[in-house]
């Protein structure tokens, strides 16, 4: 067990993936065929033995709600464990990091814990937090930041101390005592600061001691179409499925029947989840739980989502096919490799 | 407290004519169709029919079948209304036995059945594969009032010595019951699903238990004791698929029939989901070159080969080369490079080496002959290893690992272009 709280924030909630984002937050974007992005961030955290995690959200939460619920399926809902979603108080306009963050402090201040962990939501990455707790120690640290190698955009000092961050510098998580952290954040309250990066950290480098931890294994930022994409693309690869699925990987279980591979199924190079019913040609790709797919369909180089029905003679390359999407007899959708087409949720072609 | 009906489900028995597959396991705790496990259809049914506290008699290898069940809650059972209870066999105050049948084993555990107090008690069996509304079968059991309701199912004439046999009036109340007779006098099979009035069933339990001459057992002394006082019994037509999974032969073909889109069994029901325990899996894997037909694959199964019409559960590696078909392949199986496995059952963690052919129907291998096979199946025991190049005939079951070229085995046919079986093994 870890003496952290974990705490899951959407600091990037205003990247735009397209129609795949719009009901949805990034953390809830169906991932890697059964999964949503968030599962590895609660999934690393709790192998790591964070016991207590929360969720602070914004805007479009419903599925996060069903998604998660008590936790139980991460194995959260039982005595000492807990997990918690924080919706946003305020009831409407933009509502500011700082305020977020304010939020989850509603949860942190019930437990006696020593730190917070507070993660991004939108990269994928696996780390043992302890060794971040080890090296906050070390470094007598006020914040620890995890981050990949950022190509000049995180800035230190000689003695390794970061004195300044480019606005687009890539991170996963911040370590913090609980105590300072809401100290923080109640002092940024008063001072009426928005952004927890520029306003509490860059401008406070003077008075904390922030100190880079740098990640170098396998990760996945997702900000982009192309790189949602390619992430699912690359689980194809035996090297890269084995490096994100080294630890056991949770999510929401469904009553799903096992895939039934019918006369006509010819299936290569794909992953492929349970509950689906497939009759045609299906190269390269990766389909979710119940994707229905008929007979003398070609399918090459297409990510689809749950529920989603193909029905015969339909050719697809390089798409992204949201949820619940119909895609009629006799379609043909193509888009290329370097910008695959997005069909958008419940859409039928 | 005090409910209206509990169910028992009766979980206890060896289960001998599967052979090799309860070698370490109950029947109930058996892998089906790819992910479930045969209990799973009873403990759905339970859900489905909205009864909210399970008793489930437990005796013969117990362990999987208990982490398998947990708490219940992949069948909804752990919220504080309801509950599944695992009810092994117990020492009481004055005495100390393991359940001398099923009857005796629903007499042990009266303690548990009065709890709650229940008006009714519904009996079953958790080795039997079908879909069905126990809440139908009580609201007819109410209906007509009598002590006891049995379900049943037409059989096939042929198979009728197989099962109990009643016969009915226009009222459906039950005028012969006959557990397997030698010329079966009707088609109307006892599928082993019984409501009882708890009051009756108490004292027909009692009576039982003190009849040194009783095998204890539901059909053949419970029933028929009831018929000789005259109490009122009904037969309760149940018309949907389902099939007692005792032999190695019902297994294969209950199991098949899930995989048979047409079968009346179809598993993908969206209105009447089977729910199974799940852990957290990868998506199945197929790699390029592997070809996959009329057949289920499971989460977190690699496959790099062919299968055919094939039922293959979670974990499970094939790699190129090797063609499946007809087979069951159950969870945790490895099939290396170039095996050929057809008509089979490969069982939980089993490891077959490289080049074997498992179920060829041109060999005759007798020293594997086992006399609960012989409709051309073939049987793999669990965690059982085979190195390589080794052919096993039909009807044959391999309940011991085989870690030499089998020169000394008569009759294993032995492809004699392969040297390296003495490396591997």
């Known amino acids: 067990m870890l003496d952290a709280l974990g705490v899951i924030f959407p600091f990037n909630d205003t990247i735009n993936l397209s129609e795949l984002n719009e009901q949805r937050t990034i953390a809830g974007l169906p991932i ?82 020593k730190y917070v962990i507070i993660s991004n939501s939108n990269s994928i990455y696996n780390f043992n937090f302890a060794d971040l707790i080890e090296f906050y120690e070390a470094k007598n640290a006020d914040i620890a930041l995890l981050a990949p190698d950022n190509s000049g955009n995180i800035i230190t000092n000689t003695k390794g101390k970061v004195v300044d961050l480019n606005s687009d510098f890539n991170f996963f998580a911040i370590l913090i005592e609980r105590n300072l952290f809401h100290e923080l954040l109640a002092h940024a309250k008063t001072l009426g600061a928005t952004d927890f990066i520029a306003d509490v950290l860059v401008k406070n480098f003077e008075h904390l001691d922030i100190y880079h931890y740098l990640y170098e294994k396998f990760y996945s930022t997702i900000d982009s179409v192309k790189k949602y994409f390619d992430f699912n693309m690359s689980l194809l690869d035996e090297k890269i499925r084995l490096k994100v699925f080294e630890n056991n990987v949770y999510t929401k279980s469904k009553d799903c029947p096992p895939t039934r591979y019918a006369e006509g199924a010819d299936v290569q190079n794909c992953l492929i989840a349970d509950g689906c019913f497939i009759d045609g040609k299906v190269k390269n790709s990766i389909i979710f739980r119940g994707v229905k797919i008929g007979s003398k369909v070609d399918i090459n180089n297409c990510i689809i989502m749950q529920d989603t029905i193909i029905q015969d003679n339909v050719k697809l390359e390089n798409i992204i096919l949201d949820k619940q999407v119909v895609i009629r007899k006799g379609q043909k959708l193509v888009g290329q490799a370097s910008y695959p087409v997005v069909v958008a949720k419940k859409a039928v072609v | ?315 499970v590696s094939i790699e190129p080369d090797v063609v499946i078909k007809n087979s069951i392949i159950h969870n945790n199986v490895i099939i290396e490079k170039g095996c050929i496995i057809e008509d089979s059952i490969i069982s939980e963690g089993a490891h077959i080496g490289k080049n074997c052919h498992i179920g060829n129907t041109f060999v005759e291998t007798p020293e594997f002959y086992d006399e609960y096979i012989d409709n051309g199946l073939t049987l793999v025991s669990p965690n059982v290893f085979i190195c390589d190049d080794v052919v096993i005939g039909k009807n044959s079951v391999v309940s011991n690992d085989i870690t030499n070229m089998p020169n000394d085995i008569g009759g294993v046919a032995i492809d004699k272009t392969s040297t390296r079986s003495s490396n591997v093994c």
Not at chain 1, 37 to 54: A, E, K, P
Not at chain 2, 18 to 35: E, H, M, Q, R, W
Not at chain 2, 95 to 111: D, F, H, L, R, V
Not at chain 2, 247 to 258: C, F, G, L
Request: with cysteine.
């Open chain 2, 1 to 315: 407290m005090s409910i209206e009906c509990i169910a028992m489900i009766l979980a206890g028995g060896q289960g001998k004519r599967l052979s090799g597959l309860t070698k370490d396991n109950s029947k109930p705790a058996i892998p089906f169709a790819g992910k479930y496990k045969i209990i799973d259809f009873t403990l759905t049914n339970c859900a489905h029919s909205n009864l909210n506290i399970i008793g489930i008699l437990t005796q013969y290898q117990p362990l999987k079948l208990n982490s398998h069940i947990g708490n219940g809650s992949p069948w909804g059972y752990n919220s504080n209304s309801d509950g599944i209870f695992v009810l092994p066999p117990h020492s009481s105050h004055d005495s100390c036995e393991w359940y001398k049948g099923t009857a005796n084993a629903i007499y042990q555990n009266m303690n548990f059945i009065d709890q709650y107090n229940p008006k009714y008690v519904v009996i079953l069996s958790g080795d039997h594969v079908y879909k069905m509304d126990y809440s139908k079968l009580i609201d007819f059991h109410k209906q007509k009032g009598g002590a006891a309701t049995i379900a049943t199912i037409s059989v096939p004439t042929a198979d009728a010595h197989r099962f109990g046999i009643i016969e009915a009036n226009n009222f459906n109340e039950i005028t012969n019951f006959v557990e397997k007779p030698n010329i079966p006098r009707s088609n109307l099979a006892s599928m082993g699903v019984y409501v009882f009035t708890t009051e009756i069933l108490k004292r027909y339990l009692m009576l039982d238990e003190n009849n040194t001459h009783s095998k204890h057992d539901f059909g053949k002394n419970i029933i028929p004791a009831m018929m000789q006082n005259n109490e009122r019994l009904y037969a309760y037509n149940f018309d949907g698929y389902w099939k007692d999974v005792g032999t190695i032969n019902s297994y294969y073909e209950a199991n098949m029939d899930a995989l048979n889109p047409d079968s009346q069994l179809n598993i993908d029901d969206e209105n009447w989901k089977i729910y199974t325990r799940t852990e957290a899996r990868i998506p199945q894997i197929i790699y390029k070159n592997a070809k996959v037909n009329n057949s289920f694959v499971t989460e977190n199964t690699t496959v790099r080969g062919i299968v055919e019409n094939s039922i293959v559960s979670p974990y």
């Open chain 1, 32 to 113: 890697g065929g059964r999964y949503r992005l968030i599962d590895f961030i609660i999934s690393n955290m709790v192998n790591c033995g964070i016991n207590n995690i929360s969720l602070v959200t914004n805007k479009k939460y419903q599925s996060m709600l069903n998604h998660l619920g008590a936790g139980d399926d991460f194995g959260l809902n039982r005595k000492g464990h807990s997990f918690n979603i924080i919706p946003p108080y305020a009831s409407s306009g933009e509502i500011s990091d700082v305020s977020l963050l304010s939020n989850a402090i509603r949860v942190t201040e019930k437990f006696t814990n």
